[in-house]
């Protein structure tokens, strides 16, 4: 195998060579390691510069970018590695600066971090966005079963809600959000996930500060409260023939609150159920329901039939009702001949979160009946 010329991991560049072809440059090496009797016939200032260029040329890789600070499970203060992926990573001294080319995409994610489930940790982040540039921050982890679980991190200010949709702004600015894991989450990492524009050229996001703070424990066990959501059941028709308090998020895909379905088969409870036709995917949003926050939630459902069904729960703020969380949805595949329930675990952790918008996304592969949508209080 022929040695580069310095023996750098690829770290020297082309014009290292000083114009020599790789050959000659091998056989002229005068570092002392590798051909000391060519050495002394150098000039002086070739020396020179292979004595500054030396200890660059056989560098070990350079240490783990780290930024920012969490609370690690002895109670201490940890730094937080990042290791970048698909984009270039520079630490300017005042930030760790994050770049992606045009139309790339690139992640940057953080080393594991031992922090705990039902228990809630607030980021704030100080950070600058290039204007242009997608910008997503995901909370990762793999969860009790062994499935990947991701939370998206939809950016709130210290002090006030902030839509969800206006990106982060291209000028210095703090973030936070709060965030819980659940019951078995563990290697939890942060990823930033960076598309750059076509054109902006502006495919920069500088992070300042990320300091993942500690806060209390989220009550949690086997009794539940009661239904939050009272619209759930299917049995109250609306005028236009719709189960009241449920309406769609574009097309209707002419759902019908039926009592018995073709094969003559009654509702999951009471006298009524919402079926959905073969092949329309829809989604269907639900009532508002107050919530505590810090709390967890059982989000459940009954569903008869084939098909898959995405559910969760837009987390809302007090003033005007805007989303301030991830909706935290979960996917399952329905292939029930008979009434099964599906359930999953929704935490009112946002900073801002006070009530929960129930919805999902419908795709029925055959007719798929829907019945007692609940939503209900995890108490210890
Ligand atoms: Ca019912």
């Not at 000028?171 to 290697?187: D, K, S, V």
């Amino acid at each position: 195998m022929r040695r580069r010329p310095f023996g750098g991991r690829g770290l020297v560049p082309r014009s290292a060579n000083w114009g020599l072809t790789p050959s000659a440059a091998l056989a002229s090496c005068a570092c002392p390691s590798c051909c000391p009797p060519l050495g002394p016939r150098l000039p002086w200032a070739v020396w020179a510069l292979l004595v500054l260029a030396t200890p660059v040329a056989l560098a070990q890789p350079p240490a783990p970018l780290t930024r920012g600070t969490y609370l690690a499970a002895d109670g201490k203060a940890a730094p937080i590695e990042w290791q970048p992926t698909g984009l270039t990573a520079t630490d300017t001294g005042e930030a760790l600066r994050l770049e992606v080319e045009p139309k790339a995409k690139g992640t940057a994610d953080s080393a594991p971090l031992t922090l705990a489930p039902l228990r809630l940790y607030t980021i704030t982040m100080t950070c600058r966005r290039g204007p242009g540039l997608g910008l997503l921050v995901w909370v990762r982890w793999v969860g009790a079963e062994g499935k990947a679980g991701a939370r998206q991190m939809v950016w709130q200010l210290p002090d006030r809600w902030r839509i969800n949709w206006f990106p982060l702004s291209p000028l210095r600015n703090t973030y936070a959000q709060r965030f819980c894991l659940p019951p078995g989450a563990r290697e939890v990492y942060l990823q930033i996930a960076l598309t750059g524009h076509p054109d902006t050229g502006y495919n920069y996001f500088d992070l300042y500060e990320l300091i993942i703070a500690r806060g209390a424990e989220v009550p949690f066990g086997t009794r539940l409260g009661p239904n939050l959501l009272p619209v759930g059941d299917m049995e109250t028709v609306a005028d236009s023939g719709m189960a009241l308090g449920w309406s769609f998020w574009g097309a209707d895909p002419g759902a019908k609150v039926l009592e018995k379905d073709a094969q003559d088969r009654p509702a999951h409870s009471g006298r009524r159920f919402l079926s959905f036709p073969a092949g329309k995917n829809c989604t269907l949003a639900g009532g508002i329901a107050p919530v505590q926050s810090g709390r967890a939630y059982r989000l459940s459902l009954w569903a008869r039939g084939t098909g898959d069904i995405g559910f969760g729960a837009q987390s809302l703020e007090e003033t005007q009702g805007q989303r301030v969380d991830d909706a935290q949805v979960t996917h399952v595949h329905v292939e029930a001949a008979d009434w099964q329930e599906f359930s999953a675990i929704w935490f009112a952790a946002g900073l801002y979160t006070v009530s929960a918008n129930p919805f999902m996304g419908i795709g029925p592969r055959t007719d798929l009946d829907l019945d007692d949508v609940m939503l209900q209080l995890i108490e210890p």
